[in-house]
């Protein structure tokens, strides 16, 4: 399947190849492809869409907003089959070898008109448009996010919480792995790649277990990290992506290509934990399919406050999706319970993965405890918003290391 975790790098071949094969159509004449090549690259101002084709992202938002077109003939009785077989015909001859399956077009196009959609609603927001910068949020989601935000924001206070180093103020790529890891940080090897051209390509971060982690700087004003090769070491370096966006003013986007579904919550933690860092969301922007309806731009600490508890949300959600029949599991009074007994602190770790593990082995390689540990706190912080009354304590050693994996040397934070 293309949307497999073993498939997902076909992506970047699929969208290439249709945006290739909709130029090459359109200089031949095709006028249904010369129409929507017009949409597409004309400027905003002028009605277009007025995505540049040179820019990979632009390319995966042109190529998505094509074919979200013919998901909607899709829907229109009688033309099911006709459009499916049309556009694998298209993807296979334009997409460099790969050859889809009917079921892979059909999920194409469902994932192409929802991110679209939503691509829309992110536009929206970046161009200014509504007084709080929200995407449908109500008034009580809203309340309840700035809640959880600002108890995540009590929490973080307590500097026993973080297992990575020291908060940087200043520095580059390497000093600032040194700051958060340690001894693992000076391993990283840190390089740049140009481009024909001689312009910067990107910054590669080569890990501890040989494997690599690319932040892509060709368009600076979209930044984005691709860790598609990733083996170790995930967590410490995208902390230290977050930490140097932060520092020199950069803003990471959403990685053009997408996510995995783990990829979906680990890039949501790695989100979370750098936005409790530093009390500040400006450094980062969420991708459609993380489903942060309501994101906040600015620099305020009440956008901050709003954006952590939506990423802490969207974090619990995603555990407990995939975790589904977690038994028991709790945090309550400044401890964590599995059924009536209380886990001592000491214990936490070892008990969360043994449960993480027995539930679903494989999800164990790529989230660790202290991801569902956060997930317990959230939902009690959820439930104490909800029923009008505020936890009773949010410190004490069952929350040390919750903000970050305490192993960034291991595969528990491996690749997304």
């Given at each position: 399947?293309?949307?497999?975790?073993?498939?997902?790098?076909?992506?970047?071949?699929?969208?290439?190849?249709?945006?290739?094969?909709?130029?090459?159509?359109?200089?031949?004449?095709?006028?249904r492809s010369s129409e929507?090549?017009?949409?597409?690259?004309?400027?905003?101002?002028?009605?277009?869409?007025?995505?540049?084709l040179a820019d990979a992202?632009?390319?995966?938002?042109?190529?998505?907003?094509?074919?979200?077109?013919?998901?909607?003939?899709?829907?229109?009785?009688?033309?099911?089959?006709?459009?499916?077989?049309?556009?694998?015909?298209?993807?296979?001859?334009?997409?460099?070898?790969?050859?889809?399956?009917?079921?892979?077009?059909?999920?194409?196009?469902?994932?192409?008109?929802?991110?679209?959609?939503?691509?829309?609603r992110l536009a929206d927001?970046?161009?200014?448009?509504?007084?709080?910068?929200?995407?449908?949020?109500?008034?009580?989601?809203?309340?309840?996010?700035?809640?959880?935000?600002?108890?995540?924001?009590?929490?973080?206070?307590?500097?026993?919480?973080?297992?990575?180093?020291?908060?940087?103020?200043?520095?580059?790529?390497?000093?600032?792995?040194?700051?958060?890891?340690?001894?693992?940080?000076?391993?990283?090897?840190?390089?740049?790649?140009?481009?024909?051209?001689?312009?910067?390509?990107?910054?590669?971060?080569?890990?501890?277990?040989?494997?690599?982690?690319?932040?892509?700087?060709?368009?600076?004003?979209?930044?984005?990290?691709?860790?598609?090769?990733?083996?170790?070491?995930?967590?410490?370096?995208?902390?230290?992506?977050?930490?140097?966006?932060?520092?020199?003013?950069?803003?990471?986007?959403?990685?053009?290509?997408?996510?995995?579904?783990?990829?979906?919550?680990?890039?949501?933690?790695?989100?979370?934990?750098?936005?409790?860092?530093?009390?500040?969301?400006?450094?980062?922007?969420?991708?459609?399919?993380?489903?942060?309806?309501?994101?906040?731009?600015?620099?305020?600490?009440?956008?901050?406050?709003?954006?952590?508890?939506?990423?802490?949300?969207?974090?619990?959600?995603?555990?407990?999706?995939?975790?589904?029949?977690?038994?028991?599991?709790?945090?309550?009074?400044?401890?964590?319970?599995?059924?009536?007994?209380?886990?001592?602190?000491?214990?936490?770790?070892?008990?969360?993965?043994?449960?993480?593990?027995?539930?679903?082995?494989?999800?164990?390689?790529?989230?660790?405890?202290?991801?569902?540990?956060?997930?317990?706190?959230?939902?009690?912080?959820?439930?104490?918003?909800?029923?009008?009354?505020?936890?009773?304590?949010?410190?004490?050693?069952?929350?040390?290391?919750?903000?970050?994996?305490?192993?960034?040397?291991?595969?528990?934070?491996?690749?997304?």
């Amino acid at each position: 399947m293309l949307f497999s975790e073993e498939g997902q790098q076909t992506y970047s071949r699929v969208v290439d190849g249709l945006i290739a094969k909709l130029q090459n159509e359109a200089t031949a004449g095709n006028s249904r492809s010369s129409e929507a090549l017009h949409a597409l690259t004309l400027a905003k101002e002028k009605g277009g869409y007025g995505y540049d084709l040179a820019d990979a992202g632009d390319r995966v938002h042109a190529a998505e907003e094509y074919l979200a077109r013919w998901a909607e003939e899709a829907d229109k009785p009688g033309t099911v089959t006709r459009i499916v077989a049309a556009i694998r015909k298209m993807l296979q001859s334009g997409s460099a070898g790969f050859v889809p399956t009917d079921a892979d077009v059909w999920e194409l196009l469902q994932r192409a008109r929802e991110r679209a959609e939503t691509a829309h609603r992110l536009a929206d927001l970046s161009s200014g448009e509504g007084e709080e910068g929200s995407i449908d949020a109500s008034g009580k989601q809203r309340e309840i996010s700035a809640k959880v935000g600002d108890s995540w924001l009590k929490i973080a206070g307590e500097p026993s919480t973080a297992s990575l180093g020291e908060t940087p103020a200043q520095g580059d790529f390497q000093t600032i792995l040194r700051t958060l890891g340690g001894m693992v940080g000076g391993k990283i090897e840190v390089s740049k790649s140009y481009r024909d051209d001689g312009s910067l390509h990107e910054y590669v971060f080569k890990d501890t277990q040989g494997g690599r982690i690319e932040l892509n700087v060709g368009n600076p004003r979209k930044p984005y990290i691709n860790s598609a090769h990733s083996r170790a070491d995930g967590t410490l370096i995208y902390q230290t992506i977050y930490a140097w966006a932060h520092i020199h003013g950069w803003k990471i986007h959403p990685d053009p290509y997408g996510l995995t579904g783990q990829g979906i919550l680990r890039r949501t933690s790695q989100m979370l934990s750098s936005a409790l860092r530093f009390r500040s969301t400006e450094h980062m922007l969420p991708a459609p399919h993380q489903k942060l309806d309501g994101w906040r731009r600015g620099s305020s600490l009440e956008a901050a406050r709003h954006n952590i508890g939506l990423l802490a949300q969207r974090e619990r959600q995603l555990v407990f999706k995939r975790l589904e029949k977690l038994p028991g599991f709790r945090y309550r009074d400044g401890d964590f319970h599995l059924g009536a007994e209380k886990i001592p602190a000491n214990a936490r770790e070892q008990v969360l993965t043994d449960a993480i593990k027995r539930l679903d082995p494989k999800f164990s390689h790529a989230v660790g405890e202290s991801t569902l540990a956060r997930a317990l706190v959230t939902q009690a912080i959820h439930n104490a918003v909800e029923r009008g009354r505020p936890l009773r304590s949010l410190k004490g050693s069952a929350l040390e290391q919750i903000r970050y994996s305490a192993r960034p040397a291991t595969q528990e934070s491996a690749s997304e």
